[in-house]
């Protein structure tokens, strides 16, 4: 086993230790960072200074530690929405803080590098978690003209420092596949090409080896899992540019994993794999990769759904015929950052060998049904909340009506309770077909047994009570 794979090991059996308890969860906004910014300016390790402020004012802070004469830059949410990465810089700083077993490995990465840090750098997006800034504008492809006052920031840093190194740290879509199998992408990365091309030069090359170690430090805690992202040349983007200036740029694209939904263990992963990597170039191990490594990590694509439900009896005119069902659920912001509500789609129905759901079920012998409309209309949000709703998916009811009164309380289009609302002037005669595009709502049974319900594409096993429906729709 190698040192490099035995340090990782290390750090990430450690991780704990380091990780900061204020960030629990995705949806943080610049306010949350801020007292953590201000209790590191205390420690001798870094150097805090304002690099600037947003398009709304708000303060983007950059840190500096380490006294090498390599230089790593390092900058996080340049997407609002994108912020597993931002928490795991905050536990990196932790890291760096404390004095610990890990002392001469720390001193020795800061003994050869100057490392700097930009953890938030879209802070009005993460206000709203939203990709792009305040005047709608993706900052990532803001690179040549740089209206916006975050990519002026980031290319201001980039001219002053003059990084060797750069970790361009971003999330993708949670339901990338690991090429053509059915393995979800934890973690893509990609040494962006800087020109249509794809040549490699030294700089190029050096990013690439880079992540052979990386992906030789993650494979063990996710084999299997790792991809790389589309190597298309974007001359509007930082990452390619950076490389096409001399910068040796390494994505890192936090995807999904099964029962991750704040992505609290890919959080994880970045700590290890960032770590891991300063140790690389600190002891120039990472020139001994193979570029082979780098090859041979499949390239994302696009086979995975949140749930697919395989060999469904569906009844049609003429009997029944035999489907697959896969369907997927889309956050919605409510009230800004800090909520938001699923909204479910059914993406397609028949023959979905080739396809994988993160949830994936084969229910031979079990039928596919619209759901019911529970017969009594409700009057007051208190007659709601004290519904015995499994008692109500057994029989089959996904349903619930409110009466004329009531019904003007409710607005927008999702609801937090898990069951859907109907607002129509007929509820008891709706029914949701069962069609690509529409809400994935409806029954499963086996023989008269309703075994699951799925509401708004929350899928729960009633019988086994596993799942949960997090919120349904309001349907008028």
């Known amino acids: 086993m190698s040192t490099d794979l ?19 969860h995705r949806r943080f906004k610049h306010i949350d960072i801020l007292p953590l910014i201000n209790k590191l300016k205390e420690a001798s390790v870094f150097t805090v200074t304002q690099a600037g402020s947003s398009e709304q004012g708000r303060e983007i802070y950059l840190f500096k530690l380490g006294a090498g004469s390599i230089k790593a830059f390092l900058w996080s949410q340049m997407h609002g929405d994108e912020s597993t990465a931002t928490m795991a810089l905050f536990d990196i700083f932790n890291f760096f803080a404390a004095n610990d077993k890990f002392d001469d490995f720390k001193k020795n990465i800061l003994d050869r590098l100057t490392i700097y840090i930009i953890p938030m750098l879209n ?8 990709r792009r800034n305040f005047y709608d504008i993706d900052i990532n492809r803001d690179a040549i003209k740089q209206q916006s006052a975050e990519g002026r920031i980031l290319k201001s840093v980039f001219d002053s420092i003059k990084p060797d190194f750069g970790f361009n740290l971003h999330d993708q879509n949670g339901r990338y596949s690991v090429g053509q199998t059915s393995s979800v992408a934890a973690i893509s990365v990609l040494a962006p090409a ?92 990472y020139e001994d990769t193979s570029l082979s490594v780098y090859e ?20 049609t005119n003429g009997g029944y015929i035999l489907i697959d069902i896969a369907f997927n659920i889309n956050e919605v912001n409510s009230g800004g950052n800090s909520a938001y509500y699923g909204s479910g789609s059914i993406e397609e129905i028949g023959d979905l060998s ?16 619209p759901g019911r409309v529970y017969p009594n209309s409700l009057s007051s949000e208190e007659e709601i909340e004290n519904l015995k709703f499994n008692e109500l998916y057994s029989e089959g009811y996904i349903f619930i009506s409110l009466n004329d009164s009531l019904a003007k309380a409710f607005e927008g289009k999702y609801t937090k309770y898990p069951i859907n609302i109907i607002l129509t002037s ?51």
């Open 354 to 369: 080739g396809f994988y759901g993160i949830e994936d079920l084969d229910l031979s012998g079990m039928e596919i049904a």
């Open 6 to 24: 035995n340090l990782a090991k290390e750090l990430f059996s450690r991780y704990e230790v380091y990780k900061e308890a204020a960030l629990t």
């Open 296 to 315: 041979q990590i499949p390239f994302n694509d696009k086979l995975i759904y949140n749930t697919v439900l395989r060999n469904l009896k569906l009844k």
């Open 123 to 130: 802070p009005d997006g993460a206000e709203l978690f939203q």
């Open 426 to 476: 007929d509820p008891k005669q709706f029914i949701t077909p069962i069609k690509t595009e529409n809400r994935p709502d409806f029954v499963i049974k086996q023989g008269d047994i309703v075994k699951y319900v799925c509401i708004n594409g929350y899928l729960c096993n009633i019988t086994e009570h596993i799942g949960g429906i997090r919120n349904g729709a309001i349907v008028r």
């Open 194 to 285: 800087f020109n249509h091309a794809k040549e490699i030069n030294p700089v190029r090359e050096r990013a690439m080896k880079l992540i052979g170690s990386i992906n030789d430090a993650l494979s063990c805690f996710v084999p299997g899992n790792i991809a790389k992202y589309s190597d298309e040349f974007e001359p509007r983007a930082f990452g390619d540019n950076f490389q096409k200036w001399g910068m040796s740029a390494v994505l890192i694209e936090s995807g999904g994993m099964k029962n991750d939904p704040e992505k609290q263990y890919l959080r994880k992963l970045n700590f290890t794999a960032i770590l891991s990597a300063f140790g690389s170039i600190a002891s120039s191990s």
